[in-house]
Nanobody, 129 residues
């Protein structure tokens, strides 16, 4: 059974940094594309970033609002994907989720929920002074 567990959330001041981790088990990780989503209070879940499977070269995708501030990476030896978040803003406050993509190989991810089938429970990120 595929499981994803997020960690690393917390409270940070505006301009600060956090790194989220997504530990994946129960799958052949090198074939997994992993996405990051977030859901702010009263809003729908939105795609933030994605990294494709290793055989596809680990291509990365970002929504415009986080480009230049967030970096997604993967460590196949640890079955873990990371989301490094810098220069955090209050509008980044949300519950962050990681999810496993349903596509491997040559697929251009749009980072929408329909592209992912297994989800973690989420980790809270709060950006506030």
């Amino acid at each position: 059974q595929v499981q994803l567990v997020e960690s690393g959330g917390g409270l940070v001041q505006p301009g600060g940094s956090l790194t989220l981790s997504c530990q994946v088990s129960g799958s052949s990780f090198i074939y997994d594309s992993i996405g990051w989503f977030r859901q702010a209070p009263g809003k729908g879940r939105e795609g933030v970033s994605c990294i494709s499977d290793t055989l596809d070269g680990g291509r990365t995708y970002y929504r415009d609002a986080v480009k230049g501030r967030f970096t997604v990476s993967r460590d196949d030896a640890k079955n873990t994907v990371y989301l490094q978040m810098t220069n955090l803003k209050p509008e980044d406050t949300a519950v962050y989720y990681c999810a496993r993509g349903i596509y491997s190989g040559n697929h251009q991810y749009k980072i929408v929920e329909d592209e992912f089938n297994y989800w973690g429970q989420g980790t809270q990120v709060t950006v506030s002074s």
